[in-house]
């Protein structure tokens, strides 16, 4: 499922743009802890209008289409993604995660104008109508407005459902709802294929502590959010779900231009019904 570039002598650093399997050690990952410890002190002092569907809505008029990278790494990660048919991704943005899905339907339906039906029934929702629309012109699967954090429950069905870096932009007093949501939407042995970002990631590490709305999470300038999941936390969340596969994916990040090692750290685990 997983990559395994491993890093074993620090002298080939630079042979490759990335190495899996690792993490901030020793003297930098006390100061890592100690960061995000003085953030969690700054709580109190801090205070932020929190209104994610005008922020999100806002962001997806500033930017192009072209500011988004499509994730095809989704369908080479979770190998067994492909064998399931009916497809539903919350908060689905601009459809960079189930671009890979399209594009699948469309070399397919080339190859065979015999095909009565598309390999993938491709749906997503978003709150941000901007987001929706987008997706509507781009592609041709349904497309809806939805608000993950109300009590409108999602339509049924799915086989798979994908939540790839949308819970960490949703405040964590809703984390479970959504996940119990989408149980409800998926049917029997269907599958939830999470990803999103992981404590100690370098995007927290570069948050400053004025940015600092509860524990593990920030608010952007532009007033979107971030959440940084630990293990424990996450697995608290998944309720009914059978955890099948989890995570914590640390790697490490060349950039040779400006000389930084960059540590990622993500949450990544398929969940079952």
């Given at each position: ?20 399997k690792e993490e901030i050690k ?142 960490s932009a949703i405040e964590p ?80 990040l060349i950039n040779r231009k ?16």
């Amino acid at each position: 499922m997983f990559r395994d570039r491993k890093l074993v002598d620090i002298a080939n650093k630079n042979d490759f743009n990335a190495w899996d399997k690792e993490e901030i050690k020793d003297t930098a990952l006390e100061k890592a802890i100690k960061k995000v410890q003085d953030d969690n002190l700054c709580i109190s002092n801090n205070q932020f209008e929190i209104n994610s569907e005008k922020s999100w809505d806002k962001f997806y008029r500033m930017h192009q289409d072209n500011f988004f990278k499509n994730r095809k790494w989704i369908i080479e990660e979770f190998k067994d993604i492909l064998s399931r048919r009916k497809i539903l991704e919350i908060g689905c943005g601009v459809g960079s995660s189930l671009h890979h899905f399209f594009k699948i339907n469309e070399d397919e339906a080339a190859i065979s104008s015999a095909l009565n039906e598309s390999r993938f029934d491709i749906y997503g929702c978003d709150f941000s109508p901007k987001a929706v629309s987008i997706c509507q012109k781009k592609y041709k699967g349904t497309f809806f407005i939805h608000d993950l954090t109300s009590d409108v429950p999602l339509p049924t069905g799915f086989d798979t459902i994908l939540l790839i870096f949308t819970l960490s932009a949703i405040e964590p007093k809703y984390h479970a709802h959504v996940l119990e949501k989408a149980y409800k939407a998926l049917n029997p042995n269907g599958r939830l294929y999470f990803k999103d970002y992981g404590v100690l990631d370098m995007v927290q590490l570069r948050y400053k502590s004025n940015k600092i709305v509860e524990q593990n999470f920030y608010m952007r300038n532009d007033g979107t959010l971030t959440y940084f999941f630990g293990e424990d936390y996450f697995r608290s969340l998944t309720g009914e779900f059978k955890i099948v596969e989890f995570m914590m994916d640390k790697r490490l990040l060349i950039n040779r231009k400006r000389n930084l090692d960059m540590y990622r750290v993500y949450v990544q685990c398929v969940l079952e019904k």
